[in-house]
């Protein structure tokens, strides 16, 4: 019996290879990564042939040229040609850093697939192998039901298969172009042709602008055997009843987490994690009950140090020795040095809520007008400049209703929690709408209620949905990739992720999640993939 349920996987191998799609028409075809190749002139003179005069660069017409030559050119924005190949080489680099980003995203999602189809794999074995054994009790002249449920669940698991495996094949071509596309950026901008790098830099930029990200997929399947129930007045079983049925279930796409602690430090009496935020050595910085005490935790539980904030705390963010802490009580934000003690406040004009670095010199706090939203208040993003507390508004209110925590990731997005809204909103560090997210397409027991918000390495952006109890993981563009379910849960039909009413979240300096609750408690996970 397990002879024919292994001739069927490697039937099923057979009928899905690994690098082919289905297109519009149903046929099958072999997917190619497109080749985008720049072209190489490094003949550009920096000067005119005519007039000898250095060049310039024209912002309106993306074009070299000659002040001179072109009279059309007079009312138009120019820069002279070197600074505008450093603007160019600035942004290439820029491009070429999200690129490598999203190659390692993609290579991510490819392992997580592969990780999927093994695991269909011995779930189609194990049903299947379970059908056999009931097929031996079946009366004769009844083997076909047997047959007809095999070829059912074959098909099935075919068709699972193949969709996997194209969606393999898309992110595998994403990544062979995304490639290129960097080896193509990083010729080009060790070029010391000023008029070349230029020229070519607005090819590479359109290139990579236009190569899109494959979506990950967003379900996957459980397959169910009905158990073989006796009768309860001893009656005997039908031939169908002995076999069973087969049903194939459609659930949110989980994505595997181990964990590896779960502890409340004995010192600690308080209830809910309000806010945590790294440390060094896989180390986090904890807030239970707003403070004013923030705690640095290892992952045993055990207190490393206390600092007092004297002062109630919202939200804490660092960035190498930096700490900052924001409060609502006293309407500021504080900067702590590397002994912990307050170097700077700066006072917000709105109540501060959610905190974090933008860059090594700037931290962007979303601010509401009251902690409870009221008709008619009005929320902000505000960029502080660490050195010389100035500060700015980012253009975002009107998408804003009560913010309440945020976080970037890797390309320098804004990744806004709002709770009153039901949303995440993603936003350029201009303060542009991107995308906004309010939860799958799959329905979950309650509406999105996001909390804490934390961006990883590779770009995800990870949610927390406090009335759900789970955690929303999304792609480096704001859609839906899979809810976080501890091992021990996968077997279940629910999102539930293995601990209640989730909180807070952070990632530490090693990689794994941290999840605070309103229970007191710390669960660390870590990624199976």
Not at 410 to 439: A, P, Q, T
Not at 494 to 501: I, Q
Request: net charge neutral; hydrophobic share 35%.
């Amino acid at each position: 019996m397990k002879e024919q349920c292994e001739q069927r996987l490697k039937n099923a191998d057979s009928k899905c290879p690994p690098q082919k799609c289905v297109d519009g028409d149903n046929n099958t075809v072999e997917k190619k990564p497109e080749v985008r190749q720049q072209k190489a002139n490094t003949n550009l003179s920096a000067q005119c042939v005519v007039h000898g005069n250095a060049l310039l660069y024209c912002k309106d017409c993306l074009d070299i040229i000659c002040g001179q030559c072109e009279k059309i050119h007079v009312s138009h924005q120019k820069m002279k040609l070197v600074d505008s190949s450093k603007v160019a080489k600035a942004k290439m680099a820029k491009e070429t850093k999200h690129l490598k980003t999203l190659i390692r995203y993609a290579n991510v999602v490819i392992k997580d697939l592969n990780c999927y189809l093994e695991k269909q794999k011995l779930h189609f074995l194990d049903i299947s192998n379970e059908i056999m054994e009931r097929a031996n009790r079946l009366p004769e002249g009844t083997e076909h039901l047997s047959h007809s449920l095999l070829d059912d669940i074959q098909a099935e698991h075919d068709s699972e298969t193949n969709r996997i495996k194209n969606k393999i094949a898309e992110f595998n071509n994403f990544i062979a172009e995304a490639k290129l596309l960097v080896t193509n950026g990083e010729n080009i901008g060790n070029s010391v042709d000023e008029a070349f790098l230029t020229v070519q830099s607005g090819a590479f930029l359109k290139n990579a602008a236009s190569l899109t990200l494959p979506a990950p997929p967003k379900e996957c399947n459980l397959y169910v055997l009905t158990p073989i129930i006796t009768p309860s007045d001893g009656s005997a079983l039908s031939p169908e009843q002995m076999i069973g049925e087969f049903s194939k279930i459609h659930v949110p796409w989980r994505i595997e987490v181990q964990r590896t602690a779960s502890i409340r430090p004995e010192t600690i009496s308080a209830r809910f994690v309000t806010t945590m935020c790294p440390a060094n050595d896989g180390m986090v910085w904890v807030v239970w009950q707003w403070g004013p005490e923030i705690h640095l935790v290892d992952k045993n539980g055990d207190v490393k140090k206390t600092i007092n904030a004297n002062c109630k705390v919202d939200d804490i963010c660092t960035y190498k020795d930096t700490l900052v802490i924001s409060s609502h009580e006293s309407k500021s934000i504080k900067f702590l040095n590397e002994n912990h003690e307050v170097v700077k406040t700066i006072e917000m004009d709105r109540v501060p809520r959610g905190t974090t670095f933008t860059s090594p010199n700037e931290v962007v706090t979303c601010c509401v007008q009251n902690l409870h939203h009221k008709n008619g208040d009005k929320s902000s993003m505000v960029c502080t400049n660490i050195d010389t507390g100035a500060q700015h508004e980012l253009p975002c209110s009107e998408h804003l209703l009560q913010p309440w925590r945020l976080g970037v990731n890797v390309n320098g997005d804004i990744c806004v929690s709002d709770r009153n809204k039901g949303s995440i909103m993603i936003f350029d560090h201009e303060g542009n709408l991107k995308s906004s997210y309010s939860g799958p397409d799959t329905t979950t027991r309650h509406p999105l209620a996001p909390h804490a918000v934390v961006c990883d390495r590779y770009g995800q952006i990870l949610v927390v949905d406090y009335t759900n109890h789970t955690v929303h993981v999304l792609d480096p563009i704001g859609r839906f990739r899979g809810f976080l379910i501890m091992d021990t849960e996968l077997e279940k039909r629910a999102v539930f992720m293995g601990t209640s009413s989730p909180f807070s979240i952070t990632i530490d300096s090693e990689g794994d999640v941290w999840v605070g609750n309103k229970f007191g408690f710390l669960t660390v996970l870590k990624f199976r993939v």
